[in-house]
């Protein structure tokens, strides 16, 4: 007899696997986002066959886990479940990962009563380590990656910075690569704080998909990450003093980006332009030792 935690797990493979099935047919996410250009002609005849082949391989996956019973069953039980679980239900065990940052995302959604008490963004950060200078961020960048959540790595565009410094010291990073596997790349633009404060300040975040070869200032293929990316550039608008770990524990919440509900609608998929929930706000914490966690909305919801 599967568990209701069974169930959702199982709803949700079958979720990312809808999705990769969605992200294998580029030339369709392509037009979504750039639905006026012209196509170019390509220089020589494509074979289909081979150009569809990841697609038509993602289909046939997608049907055959559909069809499994695990799955059927999961459908089946999915719908004598309660709309929103109760919240004694959803203390669940956490794992190591979950219980040493705020990374964690999978809440009960929250009632629209609730929503005009979030702060859209947090006052102070929970990674108990303070970016001064670039010791400190280098220790930052080891501190995330030994969690394992996400993968950040200093990004550099020009080779030359690093062929004129002398003796041990590195070139001052110029961007900070966020990667969530299988999902989405992020480059955040930093630079040292101006007017004799310490620190960096995030000038900038590009959102690309996880297999999208592109420089940051290219544009992604994928609408969902143009979304993403204009909705960061908002919150780095009203917040120009959000940190590096601020920033990243935002990111990093998208590793549940067609997972995790919509805090309005409650539903991962919106009824108009088909896009997972692409904003995150911040809900603090009501229970002690947690400060908050943020929450997903979509773009159409915020206006409702
Ligand atoms: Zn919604």
Redesign the pocket.
């Known amino acids: 007899m599967a568990t209701p935690s069974d169930v959702r797990e199982n709803l949700r493979n079958i979720l990312s696997a809808i999705q990769a099935t969605r992200n294998a047919f580029p030339t369709v996410n392509a037009s979504q986002a750039r639905p006026l250009q012209p196509r170019a002609q390509p220089q020589a005849p494509i074979s289909l066959p081979t150009k569809f082949n990841a697609a038509f391989a993602a289909v046939n996956s997608l049907e055959e886990l559909i069809s499994r019973p695990s799955t059927q069953e999961a459908f089946i039980a999915a719908q004598k479940l309660p709309p929103a679980p109760p919240k004694v239900a959803m203390k669940r065990k956490r794992s190591p990962v979950e219980n040493t940052a705020s990374l964690s995302t999978k809440r009960p959604s929250i009632h629209r009563a609730e929503i005009s008490n979030v702060n859209a963004f947090p006052t102070t950060t929970s990674s108990g380590i303070t970016i001064e200078d670039q010791e400190t961020l280098e220790k930052f960048v080891r501190h995330v990656n030994a969690q394992g959540v996400v993968r950040l790595h200093f990004w550099s565009r020009s080779k030359i910075n690093h062929q004129h410094t002398d003796g041990p010291q590195i070139a001052k990073p110029r961007y900070l690569r966020l990667t969530i596997p299988d999902l989405l790349v992020a480059y955040l633009d930093i630079a040292e704080r101006q007017g004799g404060k310490k620190g960096y300040q995030v000038l900038l975040v590009t959102i690309f998909g996880a297999r999208e070869r592109k420089l940051p200032h290219c544009a992604t293929d994928f609408s969902v990450f143009v979304k993403i990316s204009q909705y960061l550039t908002s919150v780095l608008q009203n917040h120009p003093d959000a940190d590096i770990p601020t920033m990243v524990d935002l990111l990093s919440s998208y590793r549940e980006l067609y997972t995790e509900?919509?805090?309005?609608?409650?539903?991962c998929w919106?009824m108009e332009g088909d896009l997972p929930?692409v904003q995150r706000l911040w809900v603090p914490s009501q229970e002690s030792g947690e400060q908050g966690h943020w929450m997903p909305?979509?773009y159409?919801?915020a206006r409702t």
């Open positions: 509900p919509c805090m309005v609608c409650g539903s919106s929930p909305r979509h159409l919801c």
